[in-house]
């Protein structure tokens, strides 16, 4: 590994991963209980390998419920970060020679890499124009 340099900034958590038997009934269930519901500017995300992503009353608090038969269950947490930072963890990854895979997602980025257990980890920023505008600068 190279020598550690100052990382780039994160914001938060963005969402967390939750492998579920079936993504309806989760829904309800997280819905009755606790409040969640449908973040409709990811609908089209819900595919039968996708996630159904889920948010609190507040919107702040996201969980992505995958199927536990499609998706082999990892623990996973998704943190957020700008634009800016974003860009500037694609640099840091590359001097730390992680191995990444980076996804446009149209409504965000996301980057995912493992730890050295083997957990997938994701930093994503949903501002999508001025990493779409950046990436190759």
Do not use: C
Not at 65 to 76: A, H, I, K, N
Not at 108 to 136: A, C, L, Q, R
């Amino acid at each position: 590994m190279k020598v550690q340099q100052k990382a780039p900034a994160l914001t938060g958590i963005d969402h967390l991963h939750l492998y579920v038997e079936n993504k309806q009934a989760a829904l309800e269930w997280y819905k009755n209980i606790l409040g969640f519901s449908p973040v409709d500017a990811l609908a089209d995300w819900d595919t039968e390998s996708g996630p159904l992503t889920i948010e609190d009353a507040s919107g702040i608090i996201h969980l992505a419920l995958f199927t536990r038969d499609t998706q082999p269950p990892v623990t996973s947490i998704a943190f957020k970060t700008s634009g800016e930072q974003f860009l500037l963890w694609l640099t840091h990854f590359a001097r730390q020679e992680i191995k990444l895979r980076v996804a446009d997602h149209r409504v965000s980025w996301s980057m995912y890499f493992k730890d050295p257990d083997g957990n997938m980890h994701e930093i994503t920023t949903s501002e999508h124009k001025f990493v779409t505008d950046n990436i190759n600068n």
